[in-house]
């Protein structure tokens, strides 16, 4: 994830620079260039909604930290972080010191058995108990989503056998005792889950597939990033607050504590340093 956006971030320093010199989205980026819907008004597809299925992201243990000298504030389960209970930890801790733990504590990996127990046991506001993994695979069932290998016929080819869904020997031999030894009936989540992703990559080929059109285009059909990128529309203040500034910048500007542990960085979506009170 890192890697992606570092390159997002090159394109983004050259618009910067350069203004838009190539109607090339790799060369200038989509900022300022044709809206284009490719002939259908903007929608989020099932496809796309299935592989954001991303709960393993979320960890189960949070131990906020200061952004001072890294000092564990308080230990926190996600029981603890979720609802009514989030305020109380925003109440008791200073904002920058959970920025500075959002930017430096790792998210859990999109892969098997990471699954957050908290979310497979999540009480409702309403009181009753929801295991959002099963949630989240029938969610793609129901619509009529394909299951794995057929989703990855229609995109490039299907995986011949339950060791080529995954490198991990234990998890292609769990899979196919589930499914009845039928590679046809995984689950998309359970496959994608099961992939090995590129190196860089938080997830697997597949689900970046989907993810590559998808995330451009929202932006494509949006016309205040396309036709409406002007000064016009935002005035001559605007486009220069807009192409002098980042995600970095805003926190700065917000919370100039937050110096050393951004310093060199270009990119706030990437790791950040740790603090060291020094």
């Known amino acids: 994830m890192a890697a992606l956006g570092s390159g997002s971030a090159d394109v983004g320093d050259r618009y910067r620079g350069l203004g838009r010199i190539s109607r090339s989205e790799v060369v200038s980026g989509i900022p300022g260039g044709t809206r284009d819907h490719y002939g259908v008004p903007y929608s989020f597809t099932e496809e796309f909604v299935a592989v954001y299925r991303m709960h393993p992201l979320i960890r189960d243990t949070w131990h906020p930290r200061s952004a001072t000298d890294d000092r564990t504030l308080r230990h926190c389960s996600l029981r603890d972080v979720w609802g009514p209970g989030a305020l109380k930890v925003l109440e008791s801790t200073g904002r920058a010191d959970l920025l500075h733990s959002f930017g430096t504590l790792h998210p859990g990996l999109v892969t098997l058995h990471t699954f957050p127990g908290f979310l497979q046991e999540f009480e409702r506001p309403d009181g009753h108990l929801q295991d959002l993994a099963v949630t989240d695979i029938l969610r793609s069932r129901e619509p009529g989503v394909p299951r794995c290998d057929e989703f990855r016929r229609r995109l ?60 451009s285009r929202r932006l494509n059909s949006d016309r205040f990033f396309t036709g409406h990128h002007t000064p016009e529309a935002y005035s001559g203040a605007g486009m220069a607050r807009i192409d002098g500034n980042s995600m970095i910048t805003e926190l700065l500007r917000h919370h100039p504590e937050l110096r050393p542990v951004l310093a060199g960085l270009t990119n706030a979506f990437g790791p950040w340093h740790t603090a060291t009170g020094t």
Request: charged share 25%; no cysteine.
């Open 156 to 215: 490039l080819r299907p995986a011949a056998g339950f060791a080529e869904l995954t490198d991990h020997p234990a998890w292609a031999e769990q899979i196919e005792r589930l499914y009845d030894g039928d590679i046809e009936k995984v689950d998309l989540m359970v496959g994608l889950h099961a992939e090995r992703p590129p190196a860089g990559f938080a997830f697997g080929d597949t689900a970046f597939r989907i993810f590559v059109p998808m995330a």
